[in-house]
């Protein structure tokens, strides 16, 4: 993610990847207060528009792929979804959408009196059924497609041009006989044709998957929803995979909610879960494999509350459970044992000029100093805290192998490092860089000049590297 050398040493090139947050906030004007108000709203308005700005810069042209089920579409928040995947392709986020179909199928199905038969958590789909399901789908698809295609005046849609997008992106092939049973037209996916995806995402359309899936051999089949979203979110190394539940998110068997999961946990939680609700033991399977197949996080919201989707993606805290790929137990404090990794890990940095030359005696008395990230025994990220007195300290050596930058690691090690500071009674943290500026600016480091540098750093500061000071109270 981030890189950054100490001493007088310079950040090297970042990738950042976070979960990027900040939420709006809205009043009432009445009686003797509504002047004061009124003066307070609009500085209110302006602080929230500016922070989250920068986590618009930082999903600009990311994928995110979002998924949720046909319940969401029968809602009373159904527009109101619209408006919001409408904001995010205007903010520059390339957008898939997948959606079921599956209180539709049910309808459907009642209505030319079929049975609605399962079998583990595939449909038993006849031609009779397969019927149904064509019908429902291609109904939500279209009000999907009608709710998207909005603009009247006076609305969050006004003036849009975004299109939606359609077509056989999905290959399917038939799930076949299980436990004695043969699912007929039930479906898997064979196939996701990424390549035809990207070229609309890249036109700046909205490409909208359904839960059916064509064969090579020109029949229709019946998929679960959750399945395609995987299937298209690990074909296109998506950023982001959201999927939208019949539950506030990922909750413990007291109903509390878990707002982070790595995906061990996640993975653990799908054998023993019962209390999870219906999508949920639908969807969670499938976050945890997209997960180990390399999306960067899986998001589970509800899809009950107005404003879900936004509130998740910018506000700090957001309101569901966000997935992640590695676990926080890889991330701890440096041991003596480490150095070999610490000096591979550093060393290519140094030859660059990337950073600093450490000498290993030195780096060996300061290992203390260190918090790594270790991806099967493998030292893949670092950083250090060096106090230097009056409550400051330089955040010094944050770096990520290249091959491991788009997991968030450079920011975990800096809120580590944040955390070290505050307990050691660090008031003030100091970076020096010459690559990476506005990856710091963006986490709320302002720049400072080298006059501010506790004098012992600013004695031994190199002119040559002319490194910029950047410094965040914490």
């Keep these: 993610m981030s890189q950054q050398g100490s001493g007088g ?14 939420g709006a906030h809205s009043g009432a004007h009445s009686g003797a207060h509504s002047g004061a108000q009124s003066a307070a709203q609009p500085a209110d308005f302006v602080a929230w528009f500016r922070s989250v700005a920068p986590y618009v810069n930082l999903f600009r042209g990311k994928t995110f792929v979002v998924a949720f089920g046909g319940k969401a579409i029968q809602g009373p928040l159904a527009w109101t979804l619209a408006y919001d995947v409408n904001l995010l392709a205007a903010l520059g986020i390339r957008l898939v959408l997948v959606h079921g179909a599956r209180p539709q199928i049910e309808e459907e199905l009642r209505e030319k009196g079929l049975e609605s038969k399962y079998h583990g958590r595939y449909r038993v789909t006849d031609a009779a059924a397969l019927d149904c399901v064509i019908d429902a789908v291609g109904s939500v698809y279209l009000e999907l497609e009608a709710l998207l295609s909005q603009g009247l005046p006076d609305t969050p849609m006004a003036n849009s041009t975004i299109r939606v997008i359609g077509g056989n992106f999905i290959t399917a092939r038939p799930v076949g006989i299980i436990d004695g049973v043969d699912l007929q037209y039930a479906g898997a996916v064979r196939k996701v044709d990424a390549e035809g ?14 839960c059916m899936g064509t ?32 539950s506030r998110g990922v909750t413990d068997i007291d109903g509390a909610l878990l707002d982070e ?7 653990r939680l799908c054998g023993i879960g019962d209390w999870l609700s219906s999508d949920l033991k639908r969807y969670l399977p499938c976050a945890v494999r997209a997960s180990r197949a390399g999306v960067g996080r899986v998001h589970v919201i509800g899809y009950d509350e107005d404003g879900t989707l ?36 550093i060393e290519p940095l140094e030859e660059e000029g990337t950073l600093v030359r450490r000498e290993r005696d030195l780096l060996e008395r300061e290992i203390g100093r260190f918090s790594v990230v270790e991806h099967d025994g493998l030292i893949v990220g670092c950083a250090a805290l060096y106090p230097y007195g009056d409550g400051q300290a330089e955040l010094a050596c944050l770096a990520v192998h ?7 690691y450079g920011e975990q090690l800096m809120k580590r490092i944040e955390v070290r500071a505050r307990e050691a009674g660090i008031k003030r943290l100091f970076v020096l860089t010459t690559r990476t500026a506005h990856w710091f600016i963006e986490r709320g480091f302002a720049e400072k000049t080298v006059d501010e540098l506790p004098d012992e750093k600013r ?7 002319r490194s910029k000071v950047f410094a965040k109270s914490i």
């Design 9 to 22: 040493s310079s950040a090297a090139q970042s990738v950042g990847q976070s979960a990027a947050h900040s």
């Design 197 to 210: 995806i990207r070229a609309q995402l890249g036109l700046g359309n909205i490409v909208l998957l359904s």
């Design 215 to 246: 064969s090579p051999t020109g029949e229709s089949f019946n998929l679960a929803m959750e399945e395609v979203a995987e299937a298209a979110a690990v074909a296109l190394n998506a950023d982001k995979l959201v999927f939208l539940s019949d």
């Design 261 to 267: 999961l790595t995906m061990d946990a996640a993975e």
């Design 310 to 345: 936004l509130r998740e993606l910018f506000s700090r805290d957001g309101v569901g459970t966000v997935i992640s790929r590695e676990s926080l137990e890889k991330l701890r404090d440096a041991r003596p044992d480490d150095i070999g990794g610490l000096i591979a890990l």
């Design 402 to 408: 290249p091959n491991y930058r788009r997991w968030g």
């Design 459 to 465: 004695l031994v500061y190199n002119l040559q590297r």
